[in-house]
């Protein structure tokens, strides 16, 4: 089993549309959870931070769910520019090392 | 406020020639990670270093592989006698000391592209 999953999609939703992922990890060390999103054959860049008590970053809400161990994503009013590649990293408690998913990819269609 | 910044952005070599990347971090940083993106994979890390520390290493190839961080300049990760399968984007992260942001953020370099002929 991968330390960190997430279904590559693709994910095609239509603009204005409300879209969900979801990432498993399987360390219940894990400590710290992030998304990111990274563009084609751009880096990544820290979408957001995922706090226990879940938080809200305008149009995007992370929350995380430490008994199921998974983290979720939320996108409401998408815009063509959110077309991306979106990816959950988790850090475990004691190392500083950043474990990676595969990765989501999302279109948002006109 | 420059973010991290790394170089060369691409870089060809034939097999058996030697690989060096440089990664400066963000103003302020003084941890810095390399991770290795195969392409359409996900980003696997490699090392993660402090000034003139190896601190994590676990995801080095035990050949051909070495990273440094020195006092003065920026970090490097060196790839001796390349061959084709190391061709990858490699980017290089950054964060500031423990504790100095609530959660520990990295933050990306621009990667370099590697090419093995």
């Known amino acids: 089993r991968k330390e960190v999953e997430q279904d590559p999609g693709p994910f095609n939703v239509p603009e204005g549309a409300t879209v969900a992922f979801n990432c498993t990890y399987s360390?219940?060390?894990?400590?710290?959870f992030f998304w990111y999103r990274q563009d084609c054959r751009k880096e990544p860049k820290l979408l957001m931070s995922?706090?226990?008590s879940g938080n809200e970053d305008g149009r995007f809400t992370a929350q995380l769910n430490r008994a199921s161990q998974y983290i979720s994503l939320l996108i409401r009013d998408s815009k063509l520019s959110d077309s991306a590649t979106y990816l959950c990293?988790?850090?475990?408690?004691?190392?500083?090392?950043?474990?990676f998913g595969q990765g989501t990819r999302l279109t948002i269609n006109p | 406020n420059a973010g991290v910044m790394q170089n060369p952005r691409h870089l060809v070599r034939r097999r058996g020639q030697e690989a060096r990347l440089r990664c400066s971090p963000m103003?302020?940083?003084?941890?810095v990670y390399w991770y290795r993106q195969l392409p359409e994979e996900g980003l696997k890390f490699m090392v993660y270093?402090?000034?003139?520390?190896?601190?994590?290493e676990s995801g080095m190839p035990k050949e051909r592989f070495s990273a440094e961080f020195p006092k003065e300049g920026p970090s490097i990760l060196r790839i001796q006698q390349v061959v084709r399968g190391d061709s990858a984007a490699y980017f290089c992260?950054?964060?500031?000391?423990?504790?100095?942001?609530?959660?520990?953020?990295?933050?990306f370099g621009p990667g370099t592209r590697l090419t093995v002929l």
């Open positions: 360390n219940s060390a894990s400590q710290s």
């Open positions: 995922v706090y226990s």
């Open positions: 992260a950054s964060s500031p000391a423990m504790g100095a942001i609530p959660n520990n953020e990295q933050f």
């Open positions: 270093l402090q000034k003139e520390n190896i601190i994590d």
């Open positions: 990293a988790v850090n475990w408690r004691g190392a500083q090392k950043l474990v």
């Open positions: 103003k302020g940083h003084s941890h």
